[in-house]
């Protein structure tokens, strides 16, 4: 059963826990050090956004494997402390994680970080830097299928 | 349905006796109204492990099994856990009447009462339409019919369609966990007949683990299936949404949206219309929300369904005669309502450009289910109505209520024109707390927006220009607007008028996991910030507005529409389908008594 899924008790009824480790910093300076080619949007991610499919961008292919930065909201979370959250062009008010009745957009970055994310309001917009991956791939630990990912990430405030 | 003392009786002194032991459940609950013939999961959850020779099940008296047909299973110990069940699936009683059912371990004992019932041998209608404005309010109608008709000398000068229907009656809608229901328990209500609990559909909700396996219940599609009729669910949410999944879902959950998928293709549905395209994708497919690689569109494709994304090529398979299946997906996620699709241009509109209203999909739908010659079931949904009364705002819920009010316009003139005999239901799946107060007048003085709400005299009439042909006004950004407030709110900006840029997005959580505000509506002129009435932490934290407890407005036409009065229980909706239909099993005395030889 897919992530997703979960009841909204057992979700929202997590704390967010504030003790973890702060990458703002960090990431902040990881993202001076890249060049601006490296930037990719969700417009830019995709070529098309279809009813049978979406399309990636001639740009999002080439930067496959490659790091790049993405700004965008960072959606409630399914846990306090994750190492992985989603990344989504406009503030996610509902946690789809969480509600029962409410999707993910469909244009989703799945981000998973390289240490674990301490406390985020979710209506700041933030960079997001990392490894691009593309292609559909099945969370062992969570069961969360994503299919563009940013791994080994870390997050800057804008 | 009389309250009758006697009828309970039996219940209310197996409550005592058991009251001090663990708890006994048999599935259907008591006060079940069961459809003659109709299949049900019969379910007695023990309180410990039980010596199955212990058990003792009567149905009046006589072991359930010669009442049912077949023996249950044994779920020694159920999911694991130190307890054990009895579960039948598939059970049915065709003999009308009233049902009283025993449970006993050796040790504790519990009784629960149904009431099966018939329907007349013939039907009176040859077709249903049922609508649902889902969170459709009595404000929503108020405001829709201000909006759309106009008033001379204090009187409307024309009625909506949604009124202008011989009968009406008041529907309650709590279910068998709260006195607030939401769109999957209400649904279900409407489609089964039965009452079940928040985010149900198609099931009782038992102590299953798994979502998949509660005791299950007959729905409208697998009932007209049965008799070759056609059944069809258009909608302008997500298909696989609470109330389109009612037509054929049975899941204690319904975000177990990929299951439902599966569902919609196992029950044969003929015509379904919606968003929500990628649980139909498989996981290879970019932008697939599936965790498998079933390709839905081809499986539906190969079972002979004509496959429309657009409202063009939904028309022009609509339009050819050999089209009797359809599945249309115009979204990835919601259709855009009527307020975006048709003015604003908003939401997604330019993503998806040529999406069909909730009315040309029922258009569509009503050519294809009508080649049936037996006769057709079809729910006509327009979902946002709610979807926007959570968000706070009014402008789109109104709109998409004028968008109910065109579909069931036509739906009256389709039945007219083709023999009459067609039910037409129109109704709401639960309210929302929402009222029309007066006006917000730009013209008055002052700096605050407060001091520009008008109400009683002063409130006097708003200035939309007249409505279009179908009844929307072409500018929902006037000076003079309705108020339509919100009784249950979180923390939010009130900015007193049409949110012209998209859908309101009223509260975010912020970092402390406290819902907040949405800032970006601080700087709106006038904008006043709300400080919410709503629990706005852990568990119970709201982020939008919420459904009330208000009943809500069932009206109808066509034949057998007449059992429609006074106040109803909401699964009264479907034994007037189900009557209307003659959907009952005709043959009686098979199952209650042993056939006489």
């Not at chain 2, 049915?92 to 009283?100: D, L, N, V």
């Not at chain 2, 025993?102 to 009176?124: E, F, I, L, N």
């Not at chain 2, 079809?378 to 009010?405: G, N």
């Not at chain 2, 072409?474 to 979180?490: E, N």
Request: hydrophobic share 40%; glycine share 8%; aromatic share 8%.
């Amino acid at each position: 059963m897919s992530a997703i899924h979960r009841e909204s008790r057992e979700c929202l009824g997590r704390r967010f826990l504030l003790s973890s480790l702060l990458l703002w910093a960090s990431g902040a300076r990881a993202a001076d050090n890249m060049s601006l080619d490296s930037h990719l949007s969700f417009d830019s991610l995709y070529k098309s956004v279809g009813v049978l499919g979406t399309q990636y961008s001639e740009r999002a292919k080439l930067l496959k494997g490659h790091t790049v930065r993405m700004r965008g909201y960072i959606a409630p979370p399914l846990k306090p402390e994750s190492k992985f959250f989603v990344l989504t062009r406009e503030p996610v008010a509902v946690c789809p994680f969480c509600s029962s009745d409410a999707q993910w957009p469909s244009d989703i970055v799945v981000i998973y970080l390289k240490a674990t994310l301490g406390p985020v309001n979710f209506s700041q917009r933030i960079e997001v830097a990392g490894r691009l991956e593309m292609g559909s791939w099945t969370d062992p630990e969570n069961g969360f299928v994503s299919q563009v990912r940013i791994v080994d990430a870390e997050v800057s405030k804008l | 349905m009389r309250f009758k003392p006697s009828y309970l009786l039996p219940v209310l002194c197996a409550m005592l006796v058991s009251s001090t032991v663990v708890a006994q459940t048999i599935f259907p609950l008591t006060r079940a109204d069961i459809l003659a013939g109709s299949h049900f999961d019969f379910k007695v959850e023990f309180g410990a492990v039980v010596d199955p020779d212990q058990i003792k099940v009567t149905i009046n008296g006589r072991d359930y099994s010669k009442v049912l047909g077949k023996k249950a299973q044994l779920l020694a110990r159920e999911d694991g856990k130190e307890v054990s069940s009895l579960l039948l699936r598939d059970a049915s009683i065709r003999k009308p009447g009233p049902y009283t059912v025993q449970a006993s371990d050796g040790q504790h004992s519990a009784t629960v009462a149904w009431r099966v019932y018939a329907t007349p041998a013939k039907p009176v209608a040859k077709n249903v339409i049922l609508f649902i404005g889902d969170g459709l309010s009595i404000a929503h109608r108020t405001a829709a019919r201000i909006l759309s008709q106009g008033i001379e000398g204090g009187k409307f000068t024309g009625k909506l369609a949604i009124d202008d229907m011989p009968y009406m009656a008041l529907l309650t809608t709590q279910g068998t966990d709260s006195i607030i229901t939401d769109s999957a328990n209400a649904a279900h209500a409407y489609t089964t007949g039965h009452k079940s609990c928040v985010n149900a559909l198609g099931v009782y909700c038992s102590r299953a683990a798994s979502t998949l396996d509660h005791p299950r219940v007959d729905t409208i599609t697998a009932l007209a299936k049965r008799r070759g009729m056609a059944v069809g669910a258009v909608t302008n949410s997500e298909i696989e949404d609470a109330t389109p999944a009612a037509m054929v879902a049975h899941t204690r959950r319904r975000s177990d949206f990929n299951d439902i998928v599966k569902m919609y293709y196992d029950s044969k549905i003929d015509v379904l219309m919606g968003g929500g395209s990628p649980n139909f994708l498989p996981k290879s497919t970019a932008g697939s929300k599936r965790g498998d690689d079933v390709d839905y569109i081809d499986l539906f494709r190969q079972a002979d369904y004509k496959i429309a994304i657009s409202k063009s090529e939904m028309q022009a398979a609509a339009d050819d005669a050999r089209t009797t299946r359809m599945l249309g997906l115009y979204n990835t996620g919601n259709v855009d309502g009527a307020l975006d699709l048709k003015f604003l241009k908003k939401g997604s509109v330019s993503k998806f450009p040529d999406q069909p209203d909730v009315p040309e999909e029922m258009a569509a739908a009503l050519k294809v289910l009508s080649r049936n010659k037996k006769g057709f079931v079809l729910m006509v949904e327009s979902a946002r109505i709610d979807k926007y009364s959570h968000s706070l705002d009014p402008e789109r819920a109104i709109y998409d209520t004028i968008m109910l009010d065109v579909a069931v316009k036509q739906a009256k003139e389709w039945a007219k024109a083709n023999g009459n005999n067609t039910l037409i239901l129109v109704t709401s799946d639960h309210s929302h707390a929402v009222s029309v107060i007066g006006t917000v007048n730009d013209e008055e003085p002052g700096v605050d927006m407060r001091d520009k709400v008008e109400t009683y005299a002063e409130a006097g009439f708003p200035n939309y220009p007249a409505p279009d042909a179908q009844g929307y006004p072409g500018k929902v950004d006037v000076s003079r607007r309705l108020r339509m407030t919100f009784g249950a709110y979180p923390d939010h900006y009130d900015t007193f008028r049409p949110f012209m840029d998209g859908e309101f997005v009223p509260t975010l959580r912020n970092a402390d996991g406290l819902m907040v505000a949405n800032e970006k509506y601080k700087a709106v002129p006038g904008a006043v910030l709300r400080e919410g009435n709503l629990p706005n932490k852990g568990a119970r934290a709201s982020n939008s507005g919420v459904h009330s407890g208000d009943d809500v407005v069932l009206t109808a036409s066509g034949p057998g529409a007449d059992k429609v009065h006074g106040q109803m229980e909401n699964t009264e909706l479907f034994r007037i389908m189900a009557d209307a239909l003659a959907l009952a099993s005709q043959e009686t005395g098979a199952a209650a008594k042993p056939r006489k030889k």
